[in-house]
Each structure stands twice: as structure tokens, then as C-alpha cells.
């Protein structure tokens, strides 16, 4: 069965501070895949990064860098100088490269990042 | 291109009422899905096919109903509304397993 766990329900930092949302999965698989999506405000569900289990290659794009650690079943996102604009819900999600139900993304509960000017 | 849209974005039913939320793709994807969100949850999913004509139940099918008549369309229907279908539900889909899914908007239904 495939489990996302944020242990982190909210987060509160003040503008320009780096923080990190922590992500942990549990899957059978050997080939699956891993997202981030971003929930602001207004509700929509915005892709940011998939991942699949054979790239343990770390990623940065812009102010956003990942950091996917088979080892520990992790998948943690970094925003480094945080802006009033990432305040967001962010989810972790998995999904297993199989056709069928498993196809589906299995989402954490979300954490709800907060920026503070 | 649209991506995935649907309609209404927001719906007050009363208990036992009927309705049909539309989700429409125009990315020629052959698979989607149905989720609903509730307060401080991740989503979780409702249905999903993998084409035209073949859906299947995800983890929390009861009370709803889908038909997947063609590619685009996946609309999902509630026969007896009830106040635990009160949530957002969102539509989404995806070329195949693995590659990302495209959300549409979200619709929020409030059942009272």
C-alpha cells in the first residue's frame, strides 16, 4: 500500500527565511513517482516537481530545491528566501507506475506554509 | 488549450438532491480521476478510467457515480446528496501512470 506522511502541519517564517517541508513515503513499488503541488489561496492544484525512484539526482529551479533520499523513503522540498507569495498549502504525493488504481497520486495532508512580511 | 475544466465551481445542494459535476480535458489524455478534498486532508480518490468506456473505484467510491462516453469528457454524479459529500472535488488527468496530472479548478459543493 502507498503512504505520504508531512509530519509538519503548519509553518510560520518571516519573509527571506529558508524553510523546508519535509515529505516521507512508504510504497512495494520499485517504480514510482513522486510530486509536489502547490495549493495557494484561491484553491487550484499547481504541479511543481515529479520525480521518478531511479533519479536520486537532487533538484533546484530557482528558489526551489528538492532533495530525494531513497535511503530514508524522502522527498523534502526547500524554498530558500521565502516570499509572501509561496504562502500556499504544499503536497507531497506518490504514485506507483502501474496501470490501473495504483496509477493514482496518493497525497499527504498537506502543509500550510505562512510567510510573513 | 483549456486543460481541464469544470463546472459548476460552486454548488449548494440540499440533502437527497441529485447532480453532475462535468469535467472536461482537451489534452487528449487517456487517463482521469476524481477527488475530493475535505478540510486538512490531502485528496483522496472517487474514481478513475483509464479510456473511454472503462472505469473503475478508487478509494472512496460510495455514493458516487461515473460514465466515460469519450476521451474528454468524465463526469461524475451524486444520486442522493448527503452532508459527508460536502467537500471540494477536484477532476485530473494524465497521459498515462507516471507522468504528472493536470488539475482542474475544483468545484465546491456544500450539501446542507
Known amino acids: 500500500a502507498q503512504k505520504v506522511t508531512q509530519a509538519q502541519t503548519e509553518i510560520s517564517v518571516v519573509e527571506k527565511e529558508d524553510v523546508t517541508l519535509d515529505c516521507v513515503y512508504e510504497t512495494r513499488d520499485t517504480t514510482y513517482y513522486l510530486f509536489w503541488y502547490k495549493q495557494p489561496p484561491s484553491g487550484e492544484l499547481v504541479f511543481l516537481i515529479r520525480r521518478n525512484s531511479f533519479d536520486e539526482q537532487n533538484e533546484i529551479s530557482g528558489r526551489y530545491s528538492w532533495n530525494f533520499q531513497k535511503s530514508t523513503s524522502s522527498f523534502n522540498f526547500t524554498i530558500t528566501a521565502s516570499q509572501v507569495v509561496d504562502s500556499a498549502v504544499y503536497f507531497c504525493a506518490l504514485s506507483e507506475a502501474n496501470y490501473g488504481a495504483n496509477s493514482k497520486l496518493t497525497f499527504g495532508k498537506g502543509i500550510t506554509l505562512s510567510v510573513r512580511p | 488549450n483549456a486543460g481541464v475544466t469544470q463546472t459548476p465551481k460552486f454548488r449548494i445542494l440540499k440533502i437527497g438532491q441529485s447532480m453532475t459535476l462535468q469535467c472536461t480535458q482537451d489534452m487528449n489524455h487517456n487517463y482521469m480521476y476524481w477527488y475530493r478534498q475535505d478540510p486538512g486532508m490531502g485528496l483522496k480518490l472517487i474514481y478513475y478510467s483509464v479510456g473511454a468506456g472503462i472505469t473503475d473505484k478508487g478509494e472512496v467510491p460510495n455514493g458516487y457515480n461515473v460514465s466515460r462516453s469519450t476521451t474528454e469528457d468524465f463526469p461524475l454524479r451524486l444520486e442522493l446528496a448527503a452532508p459527508s459529500q460536502t467537500s471540494v472535488y477536484f477532476c485530473?488527468?494524465?497521459?498515462?501512470?507516471?507522468?504528472?496530472?493536470?488539475f482542474g479548478p475544483g468545484t465546491r459543493l456544500t450539501v446542507t
Open positions: 485530473a488527468s494524465s497521459y498515462s501512470p507516471g507522468p504528472e496530472q493536470y
